[in-house]
T-cell receptor
Framework: AQTVTQSQPEMSVQEAETVTLSCTYDTSESDYYLFWYKQPPSRQMILVIRQEAYKQQNATENRFSVNFQKAAKSFSLKISDSQLGDAAMYFCAYRSSLFGSGNTGKLIFGQGTTLQVKP | DVKVTQSSRYLVKRTGEKVFLECVQDMDHENMFWYRQDPGLGLRLIYFSYDVKMKEKGDIPEGYSVSREKKERFSLILESASTNQTSMYLC????????????FGSGTRLTVV
């Protein structure tokens, strides 16, 4: 079974600085998708960024980028020029590309990292 | 704007009550999911459904059941609520293809007293 681990329960960053959130995962599959979700105090989970395992190029969305190391099974999120609105809990998640009973589209989440942004 | 709507934001129920949590999506998504979120544990999958009247157990199905009579609606049922089911419950939906992420509802914080 696949697992996702976020080893940093809490992180803090100064406004306008850069912060990196860590995520590792375990899988025997070669084709899968990785996601970072943001959950602000409003509780609404928002998709931040997505990475396809078959793509070597790291995904980027504005100030958010990932460092995807497939061999190391590592998927970290870098937030540049941090803003107060980035304060939230961030979840790393894994999704298999295989379909079949018991495996259809499940997202497997890490424990989450709470990010504090200091003004 | 696409939406997943959960019927209640906050809910307080008594031990032993039968509890229904409702979730409706307007995106014609095949897959729907129920997770619970607890501090330090992340999101854990309770049940999911990949088609009308189809359901599959997730990682922690004990004490829960689900119903999906229509494509847009996925209900989570606590047959006899217990205090250890006090939690945040999140509903989500997604298209059938694996490269899509989920669209989440805004969650129901359930307290069982």
């Amino acid at each position: 079974a696949q697992t996702v681990t976020q080893s940093q329960p809490e992180m803090s960053v100064q406004e306008a600085e850069t912060v990196t959130l860590s995520c590792t995962y375990d899988t025997s599959e070669s084709d899968y998708y990785l996601f970072w979700y943001k959950q602000p105090p409003s509780r609404q989970m928002i998709l931040v960024i997505r990475q396809e395992a078959y793509k070597q190029q790291n995904a980027t969305e504005n100030r958010f980028s990932v460092n995807f190391q497939k061999a190391a099974k590592s998927f970290s999120l870098k937030i540049s020029d941090s803003q107060l609105g980035d304060a939230a809990m961030y979840f790393c998640a894994y999704r298999s590309s295989l379909f079949g009973s018991g495996n259809t589209g499940k997202l497997i989440f890490g424990q989450g990292t709470t990010l504090q942004v200091k003004p | 704007d696409v939406k997943v709507t959960q019927s209640s934001r906050y809910l307080v129920k008594r031990t032993g009550e039968k509890v229904f949590l409702e979730c409706v999506q307007d995106m014609d998504h095949e897959n729907m999911f129920w997770y619970r979120q607890d501090p330090g544990l992340g999101l854990r999958l309770i049940y999911f459904s990949y088609d009308v009247k189809m359901k599959e157990k997730g990682d922690i199905p004990e004490g829960y059941s689900v119903s999906r009579e229509k494509k847009e609606r996925f209900s989570l049922i606590l047959e006899s609520a217990s205090t250890n089911q006090t939690s945040m419950y999140l509903c989500a939906s997604s298209p059938g293809a694996a490269n899509y992420g989920y669209t989440f509802g805004s969650g129901t914080r359930l307290t069982v007293v």
